[in-house]
């Protein structure tokens, strides 16, 4: 089933924010300073391709330095991601079709306003103490 959906995911939604996302990292890279927003973005486009089975958790060694990085990408990019993510989600949703995607894409919405200190799992793999 998790096939299934990330295959129709992939289609109508997935290739599209992953594009998106791969396009927000090419422009964080271009400005140096930002490069880890530009690797986090890219983790995010990682997971927008494929959100069925996996789940985001926060890792361990994340200190400080991630907080303040989350803050300024709150500022600058988190909340209309997470607006996006909400408003389509909101629209997916009133189809029954559509629920399961409208949900992945309520799933997207913690990473994309707090994408550093985050790390992206398969659902069946340990979480990490």
């Known amino acids: ?3 299934l959906l990330n295959v129709i995911w992939l289609v109508l939604c997935g290739i599209w924010l ?8 090419l422009i964080c890279f271009i400005l140096i300073i930002t490069i880890p927003f530009g690797i986090a973005s890219l983790r995010m486009a990682n997971y927008a391709l494929w959100p069925f089975g996996r789940r985001v958790v926060d890792r361990p060694d994340a200190g400080g330095a991630s907080l303040v990085g989350n803050i300024v ?8 991601l997470a607006l996006g993510h909400l408003t389509t989600g909101i629209a997916l949703c009133l189809t029954v079709i559509g629920i399961p995607l409208g949900l992945a894409n309520f799933k997207l919405i913690p990473v994309s306003l707090m994408p550093l200190g985050k790390e992206i799992v398969d659902v069946d793999s340990p979480v990490p103490v």
């Open 1 to 3: 089933m998790r096939v």
């Open 18 to 25: 992953a594009i998106g996302y791969a396009l927000a990292a």
């Open 73 to 80: 990408w709150i500022v600058f990019a988190g909340w209309w």
